[in-house]
């Protein structure tokens, strides 16, 4: 599954009808640059969320997929769809938002940002070192 952030850039696009995904507005359902997946962003109480809502391959071994490197044994069990790895995502400027970043590659969380670029793409970073590394 390359779902993971590994610390790196990656673009979710706009899916279908199925989120409003307006430009200045990143709740919507977003399909991942790969088409492995897609995250619905939502809001949280004030902040985005986002959470895995469809894998093109869910199943390993005729099982659904685990978040099996969950650092949380009570986690390590639970399908991958239905994981939230957008967390806490606040304004942080202009079609910019900051928060953290659950990476279920490595079951590690890592600071991050969302940016809105235009109507249909949307950047989601997961940072390292305090923020030094994105």
């Given at each position: 599954m390359r779902l993971a952030v590994h610390l790196a850039a990656i673009t979710l696009v706009a899916f279908g009808a199925t989120g409003s995904a307006l430009a200045a507005d990143a709740v919507g359902t977003w399909l991942t640059q790969t088409g492995t997946s897609r995250i619905k962003i939502a809001d949280c109480g004030g902040a985005l969320?986002?959470?895995?809502?469809?894998?093109?391959?869910?199943?390993?071994?005729?099982?659904?997929k685990t978040d099996k490197n969950n650092p949380d044994a009570a986690r390590k069990t639970k399908p991958l769809i239905g994981t939230q790895i957008v967390l806490g995502m606040k304004p942080n400027g202009p079609n910019k938002w900051a928060g953290q970043v659950y990476n279920a590659e490595d079951g590690k969380t890592y600071s991050g940002n969302l940016t809105l670029n235009g109507d249909n793409s949307l950047q989601l970073q997961g940072c390292a070192l305090g923020g030094l590394l994105c």
């Open positions: 969320c986002g959470t895995i809502v469809w894998l093109k391959d869910p199943n390993e071994d005729g099982k659904p």
